[in-house]
């Protein structure tokens, strides 16, 4: 028993191990040698226990086992998206001649290098999308990650961009492209640390801002990946600092008027606005603000903010981030509108024109201000248009009214009119009959002037005779204001020397325009 191992006794549990460690040793002897004798082949069979002695075993440390294959690493371990045919280097060991490299379990081209490495080709097609790839080779239980990195992430905004020293966790939103489903925020860039979040869509990521990143002031480089180790994204700088707190040093209008309609725009300058600053009346927030500058903000007024008269207070209120609260407020007077517009014509007379009559119009508001100016002329123009000139033109025949008005921006309303008298139609003239006269007696000549009865209503008549052989005519009588349409007669002296005469008929409207026709008729002289 000198070189041999002997079971007698002990627990059954030393029993099983060494069982165990026989069936081993057994199974790698020879046949031959495995069961030398007669008594260890009825003990094989029996169950008996037996002491082995003379059997050469080899230590384990001699032992050769088969290796199996496994894979450490890729070369590259990644491509973008859109690549060409790839050689694909896989390293690791246990390779054999006949070792494939599996891409996703399908086994590609493989080139034998050694033991220890291989060269898979990876057809472009396979490459022409994102996406994560399991490689590994036949007989391997496990593989290695390959990637196909779509576009790299880019960043275009942070809200917001500044964070209190000492504030409890906040959201920060990441604004950009490219972000894939597992895309995740950089605090400080790699190998910095990582926000907790993830992508709201591939243009927004919410990430969180723990309480110990806002413990103490900094500036920090934020950074976007769509997998650990994957390409970058450009950075931003978000700020860690003090309270940001607003303050107002003017507003304009100071002034606006109950019922105001125009489109005012409350412009606010002062200090340390952000976006996402918010100008308050009477400390209600105005979420219309638009932030222009750190030290300009401007907001639309509506009707309801104007709706009563008193004092408005306005401040600033910065969002909750920056820890400044509200600024102390300035005073928007509201006032009630108490007069129309006043509105004035230039241009209009009592005359009548036989040409084109422009017009002015000129409004002013001693409070709210003109909002604008209108005028209507019918026929030619018959509904309210706004313009401060017009001119009425000579086509219009007769009287035309001109109304104009002005409204101020509470919508109060001035209004001033004028008549404007066009008239283009030449008088007709006529004589009612020949008539007979001794000299030194009184004659009377009977005639008409007529025009449209909307038109001038009279004219200046001129009334003439000529000898029947002469080329001079005398004047008989001149009538400053004829009335048209209506059967005139003028007497006189006749001092002429007797003969035969003709006498002519002249008229002029109010418009200067002349007759149409010299009407005449027989004057004789005895």
């Not at 869509?201 to 920090?220: D, G, K, L």
């Amino acid at each position: 028993m000198a070189q041999g191992v002997t079971t007698t006794g002990g627990t059954t549990r030393s029993r099983a191990f060494i069982l165990l460690l026989f069936a081993v040793f057994v199974s790698l002897l020879p046949p031959a040698a495995a069961l030398s004798s007669p008594r260890a082949a009825q003990a094989a069979q029996t169950g008996e226990q037996i002491a082995l002695t003379n059997v050469n075993v080899s230590p384990l440390s001699t032992l050769s086992l088969p290796e199996s294959p496994w894979v450490s690493q890729l070369v590259p371990s990644s491509v973008p998206a859109g690549s060409g045919d790839l050689s694909l280097l896989v390293l690791g060991s246990g390779f054999a001649p006949t070792t494939k490299v599996l891409w996703m379990g399908v086994a590609m081209s493989t080139i034998y290098n050694s033991s220890t490495s291989l060269t898979a080709l990876i057809p472009a097609a396979l490459l022409a999308r994102p996406w994560e790839i399991t490689v590994s080779v036949t007989g391997a239980s496990y593989g290695v990650t390959f990637y196909v990195d779509g576009p790299a992430p880019t960043i275009t905004a942070l809200d917001p961009a500044y964070m209190t020293v000492g504030g409890p966790s906040a959201s920060l939103g990441v604004t950009g492209t490219n972000f894939a489903y597992r895309a995740f925020v950089e605090w400080g860039g790699a190998p910095g640390g990582v926000l907790q979040g993830g992508r709201d869509s591939e243009t927004h990521i919410t990430a969180t801002v723990n309480a110990y990143y806002r413990s103490f002031a900094q500036n920090v480089t934020i950074t976007v990946r769509n997998r650990t180790g994957g390409p970058v994204s450009n950075s931003f700088t978000f700020v860690v600092g003090n309270a940001i707190v607003p303050s107002v040093a003017s507003i304009d209008p100071a002034t606006v008027w109950v019922g105001y309609v125009m489109n005012v725009v409350l412009t606010v300058r002062g200090a340390n606005y952000v976006s996402g600053s918010h100008i308050t009346l009477n400390s209600v927030e105005k979420t219309t603000t638009s932030f222009v500058s750190a030290s300009q903000l401007s907001v639309p007024l509506t009707t309801a903010d104007m709706a009563t008269a008193g004092t408005v207070y306005v401040a600033v209120k910065n969002p909750a981030w920056t820890g400044g609260g509200s600024s102390m407020g300035l005073p928007l007077l509201v006032q009630g509108e108490a007069t129309d517009p006043l509105v004035t014509i230039t241009g209009a007379d009592s005359g009548w024109h036989n040409a084109p009559v422009p017009l002015s119009f000129a409004a002013s508001d001693s409070q709210s201000g003109v909002q604008k100016v209108q005028y209507m002329a019918s026929p030619v123009v018959p509904t309210w248009t706004d313009g401060t000139s017009y001119t009425v033109p000579a086509s219009t025949q007769g009287r035309i009214r001109v109304e104009v008005r002005a409204l101020d921006w509470c919508n109060r309303v001035g209004t001033a009119g004028a008549m404007v008298n066009i008239d283009t139609t030449q008088p007709r003239t006529a004589t009612l009959g020949n008539v007979s006269v001794t000299r030194g007696k009184t004659a009377m000549l009977k005639f008409r002037v007529s025009e449209p009865s909307n038109l001038s209503p009279t004219a200046k008549v001129v009334l003439k005779a000529k000898a029947a052989r002469g080329n001079r005519a005398a004047t008989i009588g001149t009538l400053k204001s004829v009335p048209m349409n209506a059967k005139q007669a003028y007497s006189f002296k006749c001092t002429l020397a007797p003969g035969t005469y003709r006498w002519y008929v002249y008229a002029t409207d109010l418009a200067g325009n002349t007759q149409r026709n010299v009407a005449n008729a027989m004057l004789t002289v005895k």
